[in-house]
Each structure stands twice: as structure tokens, then as C-alpha cells.
């Protein structure tokens, strides 16, 4: 029982005498010591996914093949510094991201700045700082360039035009959204910045979703651009899917890696490019645990379990229906037989963690294990409540 309902959690996981153990330490100590709601993360599991991921592209597209962390999924400094010491890349999307980054040590020729509505202030800090700049959108060549003294690399973030299936809330394929040009209008950002005397454009950037099972979008969209002409790089973005649940049945990084390089070789001719991927979710969720205190245990037509978090430091189930599961983690080897609901602790009904999960008989006082939560859980936190 207990193994089964740890295949979600950190591959540090373990029970012993019905406690939970992440890394070798006691979830019962850590959070005596560190209170609740906490999130706990396995560093060797991020080290392990980071060399996973940089192992498969080795193996698929030799030294020009580059990981880089998409910190938005996890912006912690001790998180950043261990993926530079595993050899990543970082991407950022904002003037507090870039800061994380460079206090985790990483140098601007290893951060890639991103960013649908840069201010004045982040445009500025990117030529002073030599950093490349993914162009969003038409109006950035002309603000990029009252900062750019010098020759300043950028890409280009294309929309590919096409449809994947996830939540629509995270889908970034498709052609009426907010991000990125649409081909044509990548067509005359290249020609507009070849005209210019600073900047230098390296390659194309897509980015089609997060939490994809599916890998058929991703050939379609490296198809749509390389319709763009021959470029030195591409950046393939990330989404790779991680799973929530033991239900859920995702793409391993291999094969994930294989098939999109593969199509970049074959459709793009880019066996000599440099590639660059953008996992975020995909190296970081499952390495994250957060540890919940019951405060109260309610019996009506569904049994409500009340925790001292929430929607504050979880929006994910209210922002895109996310499913997650729990045990007790202090009771995991006991029968799970009494179905619940996870309520959070804020003034809101919809503050629901998850519904229908098996808990051993539920009281007050337990300390619950919510897995698979190193991604767009800290991220996302707020102070409400």
C-alpha cells in the first residue's frame, strides 16, 4: 500500500513505520522544526531529473544541445544554484527573475529573458547586461534598440498556430493569444532587425503549452517554423507532462527529448544548430512535497478535512482544475479507507486541495503529504488569509 502511493513522490521517498521520509528526513521532525504549511524538496532528485534531461539530449543531439531551467516553475535561489551547478541554462520573464538567477551565480551568456510586456526598466537591464532577449512583439525591436549600444543577440518568439491539449489556461500554441509574433509578423521582425546596426538575431523561440502527453504538436509546430528560413538556433521550449496522480501515464524525458530533436533534425536540418530546451515543471514538480497540519475533520455527505493551507500556497486546483493526491504521514501504512475531500483553510468554497482521495480515518491534529509540488506551487503563493 505504501509503495503504491508513493510513485508520484520524490524518488527519495520512503515509509518507515508508517512515517514519511523525504531524502532520509522525517516529515514528523521537519515539520515540528519548520511548522506547516511547508514545502519540502528532494535536491537529489532535482540533480538526478537535470541530468536526465541533459544526458538525453547529449544522446540525441551532441555539444550543441542545451537545457535551460524555466525558473518561472520554481524561483527559488538554492534551486537555480544547483541547476548551474548541474550545467543548465536559466530562462527568465521578469527584473525579480533575472535577480534570482544572478544571485544563484549564473552569468548573462546563460540567461535567456522572456516576456510578453517588458518595461523600460528590464530592456534597459538587458543590454547593459548582454543578456540574449527573446522578442515578443513588433514594438520591442525599436525599444530594444534605444538601449542597445553594442551588438546584442535576440530571438524571436514565433506562434506556431497550433492546437494542443491541455488546459487553456497554459496552451501558448495557438494563434490569438497574447504571446508571441505570428509567423508573418516573425517574417518582418527579421527583416526590420537586419536592417539595424545592433542587433543580432541567433534563432527562432517556440513554446506550445505545459503539461503535454502528447508529442504529434510539437513536429506540427517545428514544421510551421521552419517556414521562416535557415537560423543558426531554435529554441523548442518546454511541457513536457509530469505526473500528479499514479493515474497519470507521461512521456519519459527520452522519449520526450528524442522525439522533438528528431523532428528539429529532420524538419529544421538542424543536426549542426545549436537546440535549446526549456523544461520547467518537468524537472522540478515531482522532486516537491508539501506537508499540511489537519485542524479539523467535518462528517456530512462528504467528509471534509480541513488543513492549515490552501488555495494561498496551491492555486493550481483553482486555476486549472489540477488534481492532486495526499496520504498521512504519519499514519501511511494503515488502510486508506475512508474517501475524502482536502479543504483549505481560506475564506473561499473553492478552496478545495483535492476531493476524493483515501485517507486512513482522518483526525485532527495528522500531518498530511500533498506530492508533486515543486512546480507553480511557490511560484504562484499569495498572502491571502
Same mark, same amino acid.
Given at each position: 500500500?505504501? !509503495? ?37 524538496? !528532494? ?12 544526458? =538525453?539530449? =547529449? ?8 537545457? &535551460? ?14 541547476? #548551474? ?7 527568465? &520573464?521578469?527584473? $525579480? %527573475? ?8 549564473? %552569468? ?8 510578453? =510586456? ?9 543590454? #547593459?547586461? $548582454? ?18 549600444? %553594442? ?42 532587425? $537586419?536592417?539595424?546596426? *545592433? ?56 522519449? *520526450? ?6 523532428? !528539429? ?33 467535518? #462528517?456530512?455527505?462528504?467528509? *471534509?478535512? &480541513? ?26 501504512? %494503515? ?33 498530511? =503529504? ?16
Amino acid at each position: 500500500m505504501a !509503495a503504491a502511493t508513493l510513485t508520484v513522490y520524490p524518488e527519495a521517498a520512503s515509509v518507515h513505520e508508517g512515517r514519511l521520509a523525504i531524502g532520509g528526513c522525517d516529515v514528523i521532525e521537519l515539520a515540528r522544526e519548520f511548522g506547516t504549511p511547508a514545502y519540502v524538496v !528532494a535536491e537529489d532528485d532535482l540533480r538526478a531529473r537535470a541530468r536526465e534531461f541533459l544526458r =538525453a539530449m =547529449a544522446a540525441h543531439h551532441g555539444g550543441r544541445g542545451e537545457v &535551460a531551467f524555466a525558473s518561472k516553475a520554481f524561483p527559488c535561489t538554492e534551486v537555480l544554484r544547483i541547476f #548551474r551547478q548541474e550545467g543548465l541554462a536559466v530562462d527568465v &520573464a521578469s527584473a $525579480g %527573475e533575472l535577480h534570482l538567477a544572478r544571485a544563484a551565480g549564473y %552569468e548573462p551568456a546563460e540567461i535567456i529573458f522572456h516576456g510578453n =510586456a517588458k518595461s523600460e526598466a528590464e530592456l534597459a537591464e538587458i543590454a #547593459r547586461l $548582454g543578456i540574449t532577449c527573446v522578442i515578443d512583439n513588433l514594438d520591442e525591436i525599436d525599444r530594444l534598440g534605444r538601449h542597445a549600444g %553594442e551588438r546584442l543577440e535576440v530571438m524571436l518568439r514565433v506562434v506556431p498556430e497550433v492546437q494542443t491539449d491541455t488546459h487553456h489556461a497554459v496552451a501558448t500554441g495557438h494563434a490569438d493569444q497574447k504571446f508571441g509574433l505570428t509567423l508573418d509578423e516573425a517574417r518582418a521582425a527579421v527583416e526590420r532587425l $537586419g536592417a539595424t546596426s *545592433w542587433a543580432l538575431v541567433t534563432g527562432i523561440h517556440m513554446h506550445i503549452g505545459s503539461q503535454l502527453f502528447d508529442l504529434a504538436p510539437y513536429r506540427e509546430a517545428i514544421a510551421a517554423i521552419a517556414s521562416l528560413g535557415d537560423f543558426d538556433g531554435y529554441d523548442l521550449g518546454g511541457g513536457l507532462a509530469v505526473p500528479y496522480t499514479a493515474e497519470h501515464r507521461t512521456p519519459s524525458v527520452e522519449e *520526450w527529448v528524442a522525439g522533438i530533436v528528431d523532428a !528539429a533534425h529532420e524538419l529544421l536540418g538542424a543536426r549542426a544548430k545549436k537546440l535549446t530546451i526549456e523544461p520547467g515543471r518537468a524537472l522540478v514538480a515531482n522532486a516537491g512535497v508539501t506537508l499540511y497540519t489537519v485542524e479539523s475533520v467535518k #462528517r456530512r455527505d462528504s467528509t *471534509w478535512v &480541513a488543513v492549515d493551507g490552501g488555495m494561498s500556497d496551491n492555486p493550481r486546483p483553482q486555476l486549472y482544475g489540477a488534481r492532486y493526491t495526499a496520504l498521512s504521514a504519519t499514519r501511511a501504512d %494503515e488502510p486508506a479507507d475512508e474517501v475524502v475531500s482536502v479543504a483549505g483553510m481560506h475564506c473561499e468554497s473553492g478552496d478545495v486541495l483535492t476531493d476524493d482521495v483515501a485517507l486512513p480515518y482522518p483526525c485532527r491534529g495528522d500531518l498530511l =503529504a500533498v506530492p508533486a509540488t515543486g512546480a507553480y506551487t511557490l511560484a504562484m503563493a499569495s498572502n491571502y488569509n
